[in-house]
T-cell receptor, first 116, second 111 residues
Framework: EAQVTQNPRYLITVTGKKLTVTCSQNMNHEYMSWYRQDPGLGLRQIYYSMNVEVTDKGDVPEGYKVSRKEKRNFPLILESPSPNQTSLYFC???????????????FGAGSRLTVL | AQSVTQLDSQVPVFEEAPVELRCNYSSSVSVYLFWYVQYPNQGLQLLLK??????LVKGINGFEAEFNKSQTSFHLRKPSVHISDTAEYFC?????????FGAGTTVTVRA
């Protein structure tokens, strides 16, 4: 089944304790992206990646890091989490999103993170 | 820069009544437009998309949307809603490798 898998789905942590949210897709998609969802703000893009070793900042990159060493994986790293990073996070992927063939994002199920 | 404004944060509607969710966008270049739906405790799934061509776009579950370039709008409609349409709906604009979402509209369908 074509899917985007995120782990963990739920996590409670404390301020300053580094954590990684993994994201893996099995569709051979070039494009991957991370979003955070907060009430009243919709989804905001954190980082995106056009392909292996190609990443760029989205609208809210502060406090986050990403890497794209393999095509299928796009982990989100919080080096020193803070309470304002408490949110619902979504990973998404699509085939190369340009031109008339702009493709639809496939979303993961979400990871709910609480930082105390 | 681009932005998306969903004009209604909450839309209560009775079952079998029509519903319209309003979306306006701002962008200086051509864009691709999408509507996504998020059912409770789930991820997002695509309802429909506009890339080019006919300005009236039909999607899944009986939804349709109309692209209006002069008004920079992409309103979503359904002529008769069901209880199962209760969800949050997001309008999104794609341009320059970025997909920007609106704040969302929560639709609550009542019997």
């Amino acid at each position: 089944e074509a899917q985007v898998t995120q782990n963990p789905r739920y996590l409670i942590t404390v301020t300053g304790k580094k954590l990684t949210v993994t994201c893996s897709q099995n569709m051979n998609h070039e494009y991957m992206s991370w979003y955070r969802q907060d009430p009243g703000l919709g989804l905001r893009q954190i980082y995106y990646s056009m392909n292996v070793e190609v990443t760029d900042k989205g609208d809210v990159p502060e406090g986050y890091k990403v890497s794209r060493k393999e095509k299928r994986n796009f982990p989100l790293i919080l080096e020193s989490p803070s309470p304002n990073q408490t949110s619902l996070y979504f990973c998404a992927s699509s085939s190369y999103p340009t031109g008339a063939g702009a493709n639809v994002l496939t979303f993961g199920a979400g990871s709910r993170l609480t930082v105390l | 820069a681009q932005s998306v404004t969903q004009l209604d944060s909450q839309v209560p509607v009775f079952e079998e009544a029509p519903v319209e969710l309003r979306c306006n966008y701002s962008s200086s270049v051509s864009v691709y437009l999408f509507w996504y739906v998020q059912y409770p405790n789930q991820g997002l799934q695509l309802l429909l998309k506009y890339l080019s061509g006919s300005t009236l776009v039909k999607g899944i579950n009986g939804f349709e949307a109309e692209f209006n370039k002069s008004q920079t709008s992409f309103h979503l409609r359904k002529p008769s809603v069901h209880i199962s349409d209760t969800a949050e709906y997001f309008c999104a604009v794609f341009n320059d490798y970025k997909l920007s979402f609106g704040a969302g509209t929560t639709v609550t369908v009542r019997a």
